[in-house]
Nanobody, 115 residues
Framework: HVRLVESGGGLVQPGGSLRLSCAAS????????MTWYRQGPGKEREVVAT???????AVEDFVKGRFTISRDSAKNTLYLQMNNLKPEDTAVYYC?????????WGQGTQVTVSS
């Protein structure tokens, strides 16, 4: 069964950068679509960015130009590069893997943007 482990969260000042990582337990990127979600305090979980098994990426408008999703198949690792962070980016960030007959969530990593 696929396992996902996120890392890289932390406290950062507004305007700063963080890179989140999501390590998968196997070589899954050719069969799973990978998505970063986030859930801010008092908010519903929302999609941030997706990289499909084809390699095509999609980034939500509210982070477009600031966040980049990528993957390293050799390392079985998904990334979310976050630049110019804002206080409203404060959330728990989750990675999610999905294919037609399976889906898996990571445990989440906390990102706090504050001065």
């Amino acid at each position: 069964h696929v396992r996902l482990v996120e890392s890289g969260g932390g406290l950062v000042q507004p305007g700063g950068s963080l890179r989140l990582s999501c390590a998968a337990s196997g070589n899954i990127f050719s069969t799973y679509d990978m998505t970063w979600y986030r859930q801010g305090p008092g908010k519903e979980r929302e999609v941030v960015a997706t990289i499909y098994r084809t390699g095509i990426t999609a980034v939500e408008d509210f982070v477009k130009g600031r966040f980049t999703i990528s993957r390293d198949s050799a390392k079985n690792t998904l990334y979310l590069q976050m630049n110019n962070l804002k206080p409203e980016d404060t959330a728990v960030y989750y990675c999610y893997a999905a294919k037609w007959d399976d889906s898996v969530w990571g445990q989440g990593t906390q990102v706090t943007v504050s001065s």
